[in-house]
């Protein structure tokens, strides 16, 4: 999938779509050094990850004002949705190497986004309108993470592949979901999970 079909399907202005091309720029040139994405979906960065990512956008509340983003990596999918023009995009990644990409790829993208230099679990705990997080964990693992950032109103938004159903039958044990599941653009075999509400069950 080219960058114009990419753009096209996500609504993205001119203006969107060269800062989306910069990104795609800047992460080919630090790949080689820091394989920040899997060496097989180099030749469909597009597709794969700016597609996968900026669907998210159509799920993110008109309202937010703080978005976190867990395990950011790459910069996917928080880099991606303030290229997009989501306010108040925060970007949590303990890996040196991968906080440094994400500084030199906001200045280049010119996005305005916090970047947390630390582990999840030492990210001071506060209410977040979003929570997303992409190829960090599975979702029996992602929520006792997600549910300190949730508060009324919030959502988590998770890209989620094949296995959706799987760790959806594996989080049932242990949690209560009201979610919306929306089919990916990227991929027809992966989900996007748009979680308004958790709750832990404590019983045995």
């Given at each position: 999938m080219t960058r114009d079909e990419v753009c096209r399907l996500l609504g993205a202005s001119p203006e969107t779509s060269e800062r989306l091309a910069a990104y795609v720029a800047v992460?080919?040139?630090?790949?080689?050094?820091l394989k920040l994405i899997g060496p097989g979906t180099v030749d469909e960065i597009w597709a794969r990850h700016?597609?996968?990512?900026?669907?998210?956008?159509?799920?993110?509340?008109?309202?937010?004002?703080?978005?976190?983003?867990l395990g950011s990596g790459?910069?996917?999918?928080?880099l991606i949705l303030a290229i997009m023009g989501v306010a108040g995009v925060e970007m949590v990644e303990r890996d040196e190497s991968k906080v440094a990409f994400l500084h030199a790829a906001a200045n280049v993208c010119d996005v305005d986004v916090g970047i947390h230099g630390m582990r999840i679990e030492d990210l001071p705990r506060g209410q977040a309108d979003v929570v997303t997080a992409?190829?960090?964990?599975?979702?029996?693992?992602?929520?006792p993470i997600t549910a300190s950032f949730l508060g009324e109103g919030s959502v988590a938004i998770?890209?989620?592949?094949?296995?959706v159903d799987d760790e959806l039958k594996s989080a049932a044990r242990h949690w209560h979901m009201w979610f919306s599941r929306h089919p990916s653009l990227s991929d027809a075999?992966?989900?996007?999970?748009?979680?308004?509400?958790?709750?832990?069950?404590?019983?045995?």
């Open positions: 992460l080919g040139e630090w790949q080689p050094r700016v597609l996968d990512c900026g669907q998210i956008t159509r799920y993110v509340p008109p309202t937010c004002r703080r978005l976190v983003d790459a910069g996917l999918p928080g992409r190829a960090l964990a599975p979702l029996d693992v992602l929520l998770f890209p989620k592949g094949r296995s075999r992966s989900s996007v999970l748009v979680i308004n509400r958790i709750h832990h069950d404590s019983r045995p």
